[in-house]
């Protein structure tokens, strides 16, 4: 019972801040941004922790959902309330139909090379846009700033939510099977294809949540904003907070974000310091802070008998 | 318009050969390990910058041959122990790991080179070029030389691997890393070997481009250094021949696509050229897909 | 009775290697079907034919008179056909549980919809699917470890547990891949008994790959032998006993007992 009323009070929070100086506008922005990667990080564990692959292309789900909703927001929907919610709705849908293709190559493909194929999509997306000019090219585009902390909260609670649901139903079951052994699972009836299918677009779709909610918030989007430096940055939170875990994905994303807030003052050797933690990380704790392990109050009170979760 | 072709295939030939240099780097590591060595490209970009320093920094102006010669052993020691600390603890670790590993590490190099060197830098000539013609065709000396050195190197590491019995234990051990210590063969030390090799020919490669593209900065691992990767992945990573064909393939393809299109599409047409063919032969032109026993 | 399963001249070349060539076998409906030979005789491979791991390069395979021959695994296995693997191949990092869990699943039906929105039919589903898997623990003895995971149990557990898993797809037909291998003489005897219980108490048709002949001898109605991917005997334990060519290929002079 205590998830659903700290959900409650912190949406309660959240709204407050909106209209009360509670707290300032830098610490609003760092809140909104921690909200942003737990939904990369959730949508990233997907792939990588549950389904046991390497994608290294997150960034370009996110500047799909990214560019997906400035094009809305600023040429085709007018001012309302219900501008963000419809410009995040389409940011996710593109990004999850990119994600189903991607599902598709994923069936001959495992392992290495399919890590190559999503590097090769991320790539392809940045090289695609930086030729659009309805895009605004390499010189990116100023969307609306509509985000706000409740929205942010909103988005984040949905994420989570669904993607525990997923995780503990027979698709999730499948989407670990395949982790775990595909030519077993293949064995058992598993409907592998359904299963990758599910996985690659349902993280393609937050991943463009969390790219629309972005562009809403930075005020500015390029392509730069999307390479492979952001896609690292994902995938250190995701093995920094734990592999398959949601805990962990929360957990992976708060401590990044606060970590490279504080070291903003080191400039470039920032990206020193960050990578530097990845590898230690990698070599101490490979699966991450919470790795394959989960907060009892993510799971659904049938399977709270279990100690170790998928 | 012939000529034109023809002038862009002498260009397409000096990157492609850059590329090939840097894809042997990747293919022998990922042939030896089974392990995708993403620090690679960035040791690319430190050739570079050894080279630069060494013209420089150093209070005698050292003969070309002796500054590749210090340029490859530099680069080649650094990869040795990239491995040696970073890579060989997580050696029984899920693949992943080192993965991430490797491009932790190349972040942090380029990184630190960039923090270090904020700003382009020049590479001073090293070599007085001068251009040839020949029937309407125009080459410079340094083209040649470029283009010679890499051959020479390519045909250097071909019999390394083919005639000696530090090439033969690299073939054993890209069969079965844990059998092959079983008959005598030191494993680490071959590995170091490799690595010590392949990030040889990648800071060879870095120093070559600095000549050919004389503005270098930190950011060129990203930019030919994983362009290169993808030259290898093309042609069938692990393989040697493989790494040539695509860095050649590759040179020509970017070449031949600036000349004709608009040079900005030159990164989307070489990487969608990869996702065609990963989807048409999952494991590159000369690659073999993984046995997996049932 | 008819016959469940009709391996057809089935062959199957890997490039140069002729692994399975002119196979024949017959699997009768209710049997308990062996199939012996000497290591490399080609019996794993037949089993991935059979479920679709490898494709025929000739021939057929027929499973209840539907030709099965290059289906995908995944619909082999929901047509009724279950098996567990040489090298066991379970979920390590999952609980016992799940791993059954994962076989029953394909018996729910709720869509992706109703799975992210915690829609009604889910709950029950998901509740069925733990209440039956639980249920099918018992006879195996993995209650108790039901929750433990998978990677940490005892082999002779896990062996179990991975036939708990593929009666889990409620399976007309259940390929045994060397169940006895690593058991000592009193372990396979229980292991006899326990097949003959589970084929009985599950209506279940078995064919086991085995080198241990007491169980192949006592257990099997029928027995095929196999000798360099070719068929060289096919009948009761009592004539595959006497058959020469048999004795000469795999079995020794005299009685040998393996295992």
Known sequence: MALPILVVLGFAFCVACEFLPIINTYTKGVLIMVGINIILCASLNLVNGYMGEFSVGHAGFMALGAYASAVMTIKWLPASVFELPLAVLFGGTVAAAIGFLLALLSFKTRGDYLAIITLAFLMIVKSA?????????????????????????????????????????????????????????????????????????????????????????????????????????????????????????????????????????????????????????????????????????????????????? | ??????????????????????????????????????????????????????????????????ILLLVMAIIGLLGALIERVAYRPLRGAPRVSAIITALGCGLVIQNTTLSLSPYPKYMPELFNSRTLTFSGLTITTLQILIIGISFGLMVALDFLIRKTRYGMAMRAISFDVRTVPLMGIPVNRIISLTFLVGAGLGGAAGMLYGLAYPQISSGIGILIGWKAFIAA?????????????????????????????????????????????????????????????? | ??????????????????????????????????????????????????????????????????????????????????????????????????????????????????????????????????????????????????????????????????IARALALKPRLLLLDEPAAGLNTGETAALTEFLRWVKSEFQVTLVLIEHHMHLVMNLCDRITVLDFGQT???????????????????LGGTEVEQG
């Open chain 3, 232 to 250: 060289i005997a096919e009948g009761t334990p009592a004539e595959i006993r006497e058959n020469p060519r048999v004795i000469d290929a795999y």
């Open chain 2, 1 to 66: 318009m012939l000529y034109y072709i023809a002038q862009q295939t002498i260009n397409a030939i000096q990157l492609g050969s850059i590329y090939a240099l840097i894809a042997l780097g990747y293919s022998m590591v990922y042939g030896v390990l089974v392990m995708i060595n993403f620090a690679h490209s960035d040791l690319f970009m430190l050739g570079a910058f050894a080279c630069l320093l060494l013209a420089t920094m150093l209070p005698v102006q050292l003969p070309f041959v002796v």
């Open chain 1, 129 to 310: 846009v930086e030729n659009i000019e309805y895009l605004g090219g390499p010189r990116g585009m100023t969307p609306p700033v509509l985000t706000n902390l409740p929205w942010a909260f909103f988005w984040v609670v949905v994420t989570l939510w669904i993607i525990r649901n997923l995780v503990y139903s027979k698709f999730g079951r499948a989407i670990t099977a395949i982790r775990e052994d595909e030519i077993a699972a293949n064995a058992m009836g598993v409907r592998v294809r359904e299963a990758k299918i599910l996985a690659f677009s349902t993280s393609a779709f937050f991943g463009g949540v969390a790219g629309a909610l972005y562009a809403q918030v930075n005020f500015f989007i390029d392509p730069k904003s999307f390479d492979i430096v952001r896609s690292t940055e994902i995938l250190v939170m995701v093995y920094l907070g734990g592999v398959a875990s949601l805990a962990g994905s929360i957990l992976g994303a708060v401590i990044f974000t606060l970590l490279f807030q504080a070291l903003q003052d080191l400039g470039t050797w920032r990206m020193v310091v960050m990578p530097l933690i990845l590898v230690l990380l990698m070599i101490f704790r490979p699966r991450g802070i919470m790795g394959m392990k989960e907060l009892p109050w993510f799971l659904p009170k049938r399977e709270l008998f279990t100690k170790r979760q998928p």
């Open chain 3, 1 to 162: 009775m008819s016959a469940l399963l009709e391996i057809d001249n089935v062959t199957k070349r890997f490039g140069g290697l002729c692994a399975i060539s002119k196979c024949n076998v017959r699997v009768m409906e209710g049997h308990a079907h062996g199939i012996i030979g000497p290591n490399g005789a080609g019996k794993t491979t037949l089993f991935n034919l059979i479920t679709g791991i490898y494709k025929p390069t000739e021939g057929d395979i027929r499973f209840r008179g539907e030709s099965i021959a290059g289906l995908r695994p995944g619909r082999i296995a929901l047509k009724g056909i279950g098996r567990t693997f040489q090298n066991i191949r379970l979920c390590k990092n999952l609980t016992v549980l799940d791993n059954v869990r994962i076989a029953f699943d394909s018996q729910l039906h709720y869509s992706p919809l109703e799975a992210m929105l915690r829609l009604p039919r889910l709950g029950r589903d998901e509740r069925r699917s733990i209440d039956e898997s639980m249920k099918l623990l018992e006879p195996f003895g993995l209650t108790p470890h039901a929750h433990a995971v998978a990677g940490d149990m005892s082999y002779g557990l896990q062996r179990k547990l991975e």
């Open chain 2, 233 to 294: 992945v093309i042609g069938g990573i692990g393989s040697i021949r493989g790494a040539v064909l695509g860095g050649f393939l590759l040179g020509l393809v970017e070449v031949m696509a600036v000349a004709f299109t608009d040079s900005s599409y030159r990164d989307l047409i070489a990487y969608s050229l990869l996702l065609l063919i990963l989807v048409f032969k999952p494991y590159g032109l000369l690659g073999q897909a993984p046995n997996q026993k049932v």
